[in-house]
């Protein structure tokens, strides 16, 4: 069993930056993949990023690339999403997601949701 705590949202400037945090508990995060999706109002929610158990391999959604960067701590159990260069079209709903072996853009294989953070990107 997997816990998910999401922090870090807030409302931001068109071209500032947050740092989102996943903190994790269990002993078996380890083996997890980890993900972030986003629901912006009246949207489905949708792939942002995702990184493997190991750190080794990251998946990005194109409207993202080159801006935002996810990464995990174990020591910690903790995976970030690192967002720069945020855009209106930024603003939504961040959700964190476990997945055991699978770091793609599919939500329905991911097993465990976090309760969702707020960024808000103001123009």
């Known amino acids: 069993q997997v816990q998910l705590v999401e922090s870090g949202g807030g409302l931001v400037q068109a071209g500032g930056s947050l740092r989102l945090s996943c903190a994790a508990s269990g002993r078996t995060f380890i083996r997890y993949a980890m993900g972030w999706f986003r629901q912006a109002a009246g949207k489905e929610r949708e792939f942002v990023s995702a990184i493997n158990w190991s750190g080794g391999s990251t998946n990005y959604a194109e409207s993202v690339k080159g801006r935002f960067t996810i990464s995990r701590d174990g020591a910690k159990n903790t995976v970030y999403l690192q967002m720069n260069s945020l855009k209106p079209e930024d603003t939504a709903v961040y959700y964190c997601?476990?997945?055991?072996?699978?770091?793609?853009?599919?939500?329905?294989?991911?097993?465990?949701w976090g309760q969702g953070t707020q960024v808000t990107v103001s123009s």
């Open positions: 997601a476990g997945a055991l072996n699978y770091y793609g853009s599919n939500k329905e294989t991911y097993n465990y």
